[in-house]
T-cell receptor, first 112, second 112 residues
Framework: QKEVEQDPGPLSVPEGAIVSLNCTYSNSAFQYFMWYRQYSRKGPELLMYTYSSGNKEDGRFTAQVDKSSKYISLFIRDSQPSDSATYLCAMGMDTGRRALTFGSGTRLQVQP | EAQVTQNPRYLITVTGKKLTVTCSQNMNHEYMSWYRQDPGLGLRQIYYSMNVEVTDKGDVPEGYKVSRKEKRNFPLILESPSPNQTSLYFC???????????FGPGTRLTVT
C-alpha cells in the first residue's frame, strides 16, 4: 500500500464547476500538507500549503486537512480551462530532512 | 526572477555513457534535492543536500551521484546510465527552515 493515495483521473468538468480533489494517507506522523499544480511539460508549482489540520483559502482555491481521517482535499471554485493540469498532493513530517511524499497526481480537464 | 533552472531539458543517451544534469537556484536556498517522476509512482526523492558539502540519500539513490560545492548548484551525475533510469527529473530547493519546495522545469532523460 502506498503511503499517499490519489485518484489519477482524468477528471473532466465543465467550466464554472466546483472541483474536489482528494488524497488519503496512512502515516499519522505527517504534519504539513501541500498541493502542487503541474502543467504539461512543466515543473510542479506550489499552490497551497497547510500545517496540521484545518482549512486554508486563497482566491478560488481552498485546502482542507482532516488528520483524524487522514484525508486532504483541494477545492477549486468557478473552475477555468486554465486550471487544466495535474494536481499533486504532497505531505511531510516535522523532521530534519523534511522530505515530501507525493501522491501520483490527478489529471484535471476543465472543458470550455 | 526567483527560479530553479535545469540543463539540459531533454537528453537522449546510450547505456553506460556518463552524463550530468545541472541544477542552479538564485534564491539563496540552503536545501536542494533531486526527484524523478514516473507514471503512477509520483515524485520520488533521489538525493538531497541540506547545505554546501552536506548531501544524503533520498528514497531511490541507486545509480546516481550528487555534489554540492556551491550553494546555488546541485548537479546530478549518472556515471553509467541504464534504461531503467529513463524518467523525468526535477531539481527543487527551499529555505532551510521552511517546508515548501520550489521546482525546476524538469529534464526528460531517455537511456537506450
Amino acid at each position: 500500500q502506498k503511503e499517499v493515495e490519489q485518484d489519477p483521473g482524468p477528471l473532466s468538468v465543465p467550466e464554472g464547476a466546483i472541483v474536489s480533489l482528494n488524497c488519503t494517507y496512512s502515516n499519522s506522523a505527517f504534519q504539513y500538507f501541500m498541493w502542487y499544480r503541474q502543467y504539461s511539460r512543466k515543473g510542479p508549482e506550489l499552490l497551497m500549503y497547510t500545517y496540521s489540520s484545518g482549512n486554508k483559502e486563497d482566491g478560488r482555491f481552498t485546502a482542507q486537512v482532516d488528520k483524524s481521517s487522514k484525508y486532504i482535499s483541494l477545492f477549486i471554485r468557478d473552475s477555468q480551462p486554465s486550471d487544466s493540469a495535474t494536481y499533486l498532493c504532497a505531505m511531510g513530517m516535522d523532521t530534519g530532512r523534511r522530505a515530501l511524499t507525493f501522491g501520483s497526481g490527478t489529471r484535471l480537464q476543465v472543458q470550455p | 526572477e526567483a527560479q530553479v533552472t535545469q540543463n539540459p531539458r531533454y537528453l537522449i543517451t546510450v547505456t553506460g555513457k556518463k552524463l550530468t544534469v545541472t541544477c542552479s537556484q538564485n534564491m539563496n536556498h540552503e536545501y536542494m534535492s533531486w526527484y524523478r517522476q514516473d507514471p503512477g509512482l509520483g515524485l520520488r526523492q533521489i538525493y538531497y543536500s541540506m547545505n554546501v558539502e552536506v548531501t544524503d540519500k533520498g528514497d531511490v539513490p541507486e545509480g546516481y551521484k550528487v555534489s554540492r560545492k556551491e550553494k546555488r548548484n546541485f548537479p546530478l551525475i549518472l556515471e553509467s546510465p541504464s534504461p531503467n533510469q529513463t524518467s523525468l527529473y526535477f531539481c527543487a530547493s527551499r529555505l532551510g527552515d521552511r517546508y515548501e519546495q520550489y521546482f525546476g522545469p524538469g529534464t526528460r532523460l531517455t537511456v537506450t
